[in-house]
């Protein structure tokens, strides 16, 4: 393929760098994946909560979004195109805080308690 006419900066990155970042993204995966393997007791309860947390916060931010669309009696929409513009930020914040704490307690899920 023909890459001058484009930008090929990221593609350049990837071709001198691509090996070192795959094998640093591995060591980090690893390492997050040995800290939830081992993680018990009272730092265990304390993930717990901050998923919890995470979980009730992105919902109470998701529902804050919907509520004039529940209101007008739309309730079967989906995405942010069915909120109202100025809550579109809410929205994308209440599921991306939603969205870690679900990954959060997926984790929490291969400790041993």
């Known amino acids: 393929m023909e890459y001058r006419s484009q930008n090929n900066g990221f593609q350049t990155f990837l071709e001198h760098w691509g090996f070192l970042l795959t094998v640093l993204l591995a060591v980090i995966f690893s390492q997050v994946l040995l800290f939830f393997l081992n993680l018990s007791g009272l730092p265990w309860i304390y ?46 914040w209440g599921w991306r805080t939603f969205l870690f704490g679900v990954v959060l307690s997926l984790c929490l899920l291969l400790s041993r308690q």
Do not use: M, N, Q, W
């Open 47 to 92: 993930f717990f909560f901050a998923s919890l947390a995470l979980l009730i916060s992105g919902a109470t931010l998701i529902i804050y979004a919907k509520l004039p669309v529940y209101r007008s009696g739309r309730f079967f929409t989906f995405g942010v195109k069915s909120v109202p513009e100025s809550l579109a930020g809410f929205y994308r």
